[in-house]
């Protein structure tokens, strides 16, 4: 197994409260990894973190970069997207006004870097649209392709944004929530499409969640964060049943 990103005594401060505190944590290239908590645990600082919304008080992050661990700890947002670690959210960021292939046609043509007329490219690329027909089919978009975002249900708007984070060809992909306000049929369908990609891509996985049974079901490996640290890490069956994790969860939605 190769390390793709890792943090060393990561922390973040807000005055005397602690979100992040001390986190040392290597991710591998095998397997889906879940980090999950009850509210107020640090999850969606840790993430903030690692994308560089937030700047740590102490602590680096390294993200592998062709073939070597590089430091990202500094890196604003768009720097750590264009090297390779993406980032879903709990609440679905499409472009509402555009179909879906256009969707995907802005986000290859964003990473690509160069700057001209968004439609002129999108009409006159073969390997952009190559590359668009390749991640709708992979996603299973195909036969909604031409149809506006503001039309697609919660479900398909959220694997259309898994989409949109995969056309940058990330490294590392951080999901965060992908199954939130889904219903269990939805949800379900999302477990098995993180599974199905994890086999076919070579970006790692990441996920945080609340739904004890998506987390089941997708996850290799579970880090339990608890005020901030990292409370247990593991097989899913031996950290779901050590009694400091049920614990932590009393009382939470999560439990």
């Known amino acids: 197994m190769t390390t793709v990103l890792e943090t060393d005594g990561l922390t973040k401060r807000f005055g005397e409260l602690t979100a992040v505190d001390d986190v040392t944590l290597s991710i591998g290239d095998e397997g889906v990894t ?18 560089g919304v937030l700047e740590p008080t102490v602590g680096t992050i390294h993200l592998r970069e062709e073939g070597e661990l590089v430091e990202i700890t500094d890196a604003p947002p768009h720097e750590v997207a264009r090297r390779g670690l993406s980032r879903s959210y709990q609440i679905t ?27 002129s490219r999108a ?10 027909d390749r991640l709708l089919e992979l996603m299973g978009l195909t036969e909604m392709a031409d149809r506006p975002c503001d039309a697609l249900s919660h479900g ?11 056309a940058i060809e990330p490294t590392v992909f951080l999901l965060d929530e ?3 306000g889904m219903n269990a049929t939805e949800a379900r369908e999302i477990v098995s499409l993180v599974k199905q990609l994890d086999e076919e891509l070579a970006a790692t996985f990441v996920v945080t969640e609340h739904n004890m049974d998506v987390v089941r079901d997708v996850s290799d490996r579970i880090v339990v964060l ?8 593991g097989d899913p069956e031996a950290v779901l049943t050590d009694e400091r994790v049920t614990e932590a969860y009393l009382g939470s939605e999560a439990a």
Do not use: C, W
């Open 123 to 132: 009409a006159s690329d073969e390997a952009i649209n190559e590359e668009v």
């Open 34 to 51: 879940s980090i999950i908590g009850p509210n107020g645990a640090g999850k969606t600082t840790f993430y903030n973190l690692l994308t």
């Open 226 to 233: 608890a005020d901030g640290a990292v409370l247990a890490d």
């Open 178 to 180: 992908p199954t939130a």
């Open 156 to 166: 398909e708007k959220r694997s259309v944004e898994i989409a949109l984070a995969l």
């Open 93 to 119: 960021n499409v472009f509402e006004g555009l179909t879906v292939r256009e969707n995907l046609q802005v986000a290859r043509i964003s990473h690509d870097g160069r700057t001209m007329d968004l439609r």
